[in-house]
Structures are given as C-alpha cells and as structure tokens.
C-alpha cells in the first residue's frame, strides 16, 4: 500500500487542522492505520490508531482534540486535529501495518507516508 499525508499548514494556537491520507494500491480496511508525528532530534511520537473492529486509540497527549477517522469509500484515513498548541508542531506521518493487535510502536508500522508539515503559532 502507498499512502500520501497532506492537509498540514501553519495555523494559530487553538485552531484546527484536518490531515488526510490517502491510500492506493490496497484498500485500508486490510490495514492498522495510525497517526505519528516527529519533531527534529526526537524520536517518532504515536498519536493515534483506527484498528481491528473499527476502535480507536489515542496518545494522553492528544486524546480529546485529535480525532481518527476513515472513509473506506475514499480510501482516505483522517486526523481532525482542534485546540491546537505550539507544542503540536511537527512533521506528521501516517503509517499502516497488517491487522491484528493494538500496538503504539514505531517498529509495527511497515508502510509509511511522506509526512506532512504542521506549524502551530502562539
């Protein structure tokens, strides 16, 4: 499967964003998808995860502002991001990994997106 993240930009602290990412090659219904993001000389944060039976999980650093979405339709996996803080700036990944159990590791993640750039201003 490849997948294409976008919909990052510059935006104030206490807005919101919305990032897709759009899937091809192999419907996402087959896949774990999750949500990543890393700022410089850090390593790899887990944000989120739409997995097995349609749940979903959240980072504490995120949970009750960021919320996963999917449209199988459209093959897209989204990431509604509100009352966003300067600290949420970072690139953003999307990745994908077979189905099966929970996890919030890097490492389960096979298929990765290019990232896309979220700057939140004060």
């Known amino acids: 499967v490849q997948l294409q993240a976008f919909g990052g930009g510059l935006v104030q602290a206490g807005g919101s964003l919305r990032l897709s990412c759009a899937a091809s090659g192999r419907t996402i219904s087959s896949y774990v998808m999750g949500w990543f993001r890393q700022v410089p000389g850090k390593e790899r944060e887990f944000l989120s995860t739409y997995w097995s039976g349609g749940s979903t999980y959240y980072a504490n650093s995120v949970k009750g502002r960021f919320t996963i979405s999917r449209d199988n339709a459209k093959n897209t996996v989204y990431l509604q991001m509100n009352s966003l803080k300067p600290e949420d700036t970072a690139v953003y990944y999307c990745?994908?990994?077979?189905?099966?159990?929970?996890?919030?590791?890097?490492?389960?993640?096979?298929?990765w997106g290019q990232g896309t750039q979220v700057t939140v201003s004060s």
């Open positions: 990745a994908a990994r077979p189905l099966g159990l929970l996890s919030t590791a890097r490492s389960a993640y096979a298929y």
